[in-house]
């Protein structure tokens, strides 16, 4: 009887750790795998990069060139608005109240001419 008691105690006292040495064992195999590491969006060639610098540079001088002449049309428009402009002031006779047409025009001009100070920076 003592031998039987002292199984069944021994049982019990390995039972809780044989059932946890599985999971352990188990869990240790199938770790979780980290999720794969974002690719970059361009990575050039580096062969690509020095084989055509002359190619290069002339695209560069007629984005440069398409940019100067986009520049200079916006100018000339933005003489040409205020020339009307100032022309349309000079037959206003009241200070008191513009039309909504001068009030377009500048808002027309401002827009002008916060697209010709943008397109002076990026040049």
């Given at each position: 009887?003592?031998?039987?008691?002292?199984?069944f105690?021994?049982?019990?006292?390995?039972?809780?750790?044989?059932?946890?040495?599985?999971?352990?064992?188990?869990?240790g195999?199938?770790?979780?795998?980290?999720?794969?590491?974002?690719?970059?969006?361009?990575?050039p060639?580096?062969?690509?990069?020095?084989?055509?610098?002359?190619?290069?540079?002339?695209?560069?001088?007629?984005?440069?060139?398409?940019?100067?002449?986009?520049?200079?049309?916006?100018v000339?428009?933005?003489?040409?608005?205020?020339?009307?402009?100032?022309?349309?002031?000079?037959?206003?006779?009241?200070?008191?109240?513009?039309?909504?047409?001068?009030?377009?025009?500048?808002?027309?001009?401002?827009?002008?001419?916060?697209?010709?100070?943008s397109?002076?920076?990026?040049?």
């Amino acid at each position: 009887m003592r031998q039987t008691r002292r199984n069944f105690f021994l049982s019990a006292a390995l039972l809780p750790g044989s059932l946890a040495l599985p999971r352990g064992i188990f869990a240790g195999q199938n770790a979780p795998t980290p999720p794969p590491k974002p690719q970059p969006g361009y990575t050039p060639n580096p062969a690509e990069i020095d084989s055509h610098p002359a190619g290069a540079a002339a695209a560069k001088r007629a984005r440069l060139l398409e940019n100067e002449k986009e520049f200079r049309q916006g100018v000339e428009r933005l003489y040409q608005l205020t020339s009307d402009l100032r022309n349309e002031l000079e037959k206003t006779p009241t200070a008191d109240v513009f039309s909504l047409r001068i009030v377009k025009e500048t808002g027309e001009i401002e827009k002008l001419a916060k697209s010709l100070k943008s397109k002076a920076r990026s040049a």
